[in-house]
């Protein structure tokens, strides 16, 4: 496969393992909440590890990987958009505009999740990194914090549920199986690419 003419490696050992590790990582701490702290809390922390060293990697890594290849302009991903609505989307070797806003949107919401969680296990467990900074309204904190966590939680989820679709609309657009690329890191080089 990787002598194929048509192929070049695009996504990366670590961009692959980072991504399927992160989906298996998220997915654990949603379904399993608070009814197995220890799994959720083992699967939260996880997902913040992977997110910093993603944002390492966004900086130093291989070149569709790094940040600068995938940061556009508002008005180049509303015009990706528009395409991709009309089935006319341009096609890109790394990530599209889209993508790339979905990227930086998902690291976010990410971040904001497993500190708010990391808090909230420290008012309500009196445990973690936070357990002693709550000393005084743990009740209160607890359940502040454990609102927020929710909320981008549940706004991580959907996050995801539009970038599948984003994935699967590209896919059909451009006639090329992205999951199976993300898996193998190879795309094919063919014209009509950015």
Same mark, same amino acid.
């Given at each position: ?46 997902? !913040? ?29 509303? @015009?990706?958009?528009?395409?991709? !609505? ?15 806003? $979905?990227? /930086?949107?998902?690291?976010?919401? !990410? /971040? ?17 990194? $936070?357990?002693?900074?709550?000393? @005084? ?19 991580? /989820? ?13 896919? $059909? ?12 890191? $190879? ?8």
């Amino acid at each position: 496969m990787l002598n194929h003419p048509n192929l070049v490696k695009v996504w990366d050992p670590f961009v692959r393992v980072f991504h399927w590790t992160l989906v298996l990582s998220f997915m654990i701490a949603f379904i399993v909440e608070e009814d197995y702290l220890a799994i959720h809390t083992f699967a939260g922390y996880t997902v !913040l590890v992977l997110i910093l060293l993603r944002i390492i990697w966004g900086l130093i890594g291989t070149r569709h990987a790094r940040f600068s290849d995938f940061i556009y302009s508002t008005e180049t991903i509303k @015009q990706f958009i528009k395409d991709t !609505l009309s089935f006319k989307a341009k096609r890109y070797l790394g990530h599209n505009p889209a993508g790339g806003a $979905m990227i /930086l949107l998902m690291i976010i919401s !990410l /971040l904001i999740t497993s500190f708010t969680g990391i808090a909230v296990y420290g008012a309500e467990e009196h445990a973690g990194p $936070m357990a002693g900074w709550f000393s @005084q309204n743990h009740e209160f904190w607890g359940e502040a914090f454990e609102e927020v966590h929710e909320f981008f939680a549940n706004f991580t /989820l959907l996050l995801v549920l539009i970038h599948v679709a984003g994935v699967i609309i590209e896919s $059909m657009i451009h006639k090329e199986n992205l999951v199976k690329a993300m898996i193998t890191g $190879m795309k094919s080089s063919d014209t009509d690419t950015h």
